[in-house]
């Protein structure tokens, strides 16, 4: 299996553009989380999704933050406009969907705001 | 609400050192434990985990003993490798769905 993929891998952008981040999961996972990993915050879940419904987006810190998953294999975290504080990692991760299941993180979205 | 402390890093260690990684833990109920590892460049992976009192997670020579009566999962390993140099993060999940709260992560060098 090819694990979880993120794309872009890196992003420079400049302040008040709008930036998406994507994600596809690994084949046969139900459920998909979003995380943000910074030096100051560390690592933070920002949203939940099961089955493609977005079940806990708590950690979602404003309006500016917006997740989809249209279909199981696909999820997107935009931030419309960007700030330089949304500078991080940005994390996808997957698992089967069962409240214990292990969860597969992809490789991270280094996204630099300038 | 739950949370996980985890000792401040840089760790610094010759090979074949013995590493001990602090760990605690405050959560209501019966919360299962995981250390996940994260290399340079790289996601998270899980390492090692448990889920309820006394059990002992181990991989890769590492382990970690679930104590509910110090509320700690230390993360332990005889002796470490140059290809250990990593972030070793230590995390809780609660009750209700599959959510894991991370502690701060501590970085871990060694050096021939």
């Known amino acids: 299996d090819a694990g979880v993929i993120q794309s872009p891998r890196h992003e420079v952008t400049e302040m008040g553009q709008e930036v998406t981040l994507r994600c596809k999961p690994i084949?046969?996972?139900?459920?998909l989380f979003w995380y943000r990993q910074t030096m100051m915050r560390g690592l933070e879940l920002l949203i939940y999704f099961n089955n493609n419904v977005p079940i806990d987006d708590s950690g979602m810190p404003e309006d500016r933050f917006s997740a989809k998953m249209p279909n199981a294999s696909f999820s997107t975290l935009k931030i419309q406009p960007s700030e330089p504080r949304d500078s991080a990692v940005y994390f996808c991760?997957?698992?089967?969907?069962?409240?214990?299941?292990?969860?597969?993180f992809g490789p991270g979205t280094r996204l630099t705001v300038l | 609400g739950d949370s996980v402390t985890q000792m401040e890093g840089p760790v610094t260690l010759s090979e074949e050192a013995f590493l001990t990684i602090n760990c605690t833990y405050t959560a209501t109920g019966y919360p299962s434990l995981f250390w996940y590892v994260q290399y340079p460049g790289e996601g998270l992976q899980l390492l090692l985990k448990a889920t309820k009192a006394d059990d002992k997670g181990s991989n890769k020579g590492f382990e970690a003993t679930y104590r509910k009566e110090t509320t700690s999962f230390h993360l332990e390993k005889g002796s470490v490798q140059v290809s250990d140099s990593a972030v070793y993060f230590c995390a809780l999940r609660g009750g209700g769905y599959n959510k894991l709260i991370f502690g701060a992560g501590t970085r871990l060098a060694v050096h021939p």
């Open positions: 991760a997957s698992s089967l969907g069962g409240p214990t299941d292990t969860q597969y």
């Open positions: 084949s046969g996972h139900n459920s």
